[in-house]
């Protein structure tokens, strides 16, 4: 699964859809390999509006942290690009795009924040 794909899991307990605790969901014992893919520019640029922000800074924090390989996440900024932005910053488009379309989780564990239940 994709890094891009983990910012839009939520937990699947009924009970847990309306606490903030349970977004995102927290990568546990997650192995982390990189695929090459091609850099799209519009495609980051079109993701970025449908991406949380703070999900993602919480998820790359997470995935440096249980990487055994140096992937290179970048320190995100607290705020995310404009469209703007992103299309004239070389280093971030290519950093957003080694977190969210080359990044994948093979295996391990989704754990939710709010009640523990993994999957």
Known sequence: MKVLTLNFLTCAVKTCKSSANSF???PKDAELVSDDVELN???LVNLLP???WNALRITSTEASDLSSLDLGFPQLPEQPPT???L???????KDLH???METQINEGKLVCGNCGHER
């Open 50 to 52: 449908r991406i949380d």
């Open 41 to 43: 520019p519009q495609l």
């Open 98 to 100: 080694t977190l969210l």
């Open 24 to 26: 995102p969901l927290h």
């Open 83 to 85: 469209a703007e932005e």
């Open 87 to 93: 299309q004239s910053d070389e280093k971030m488009l």
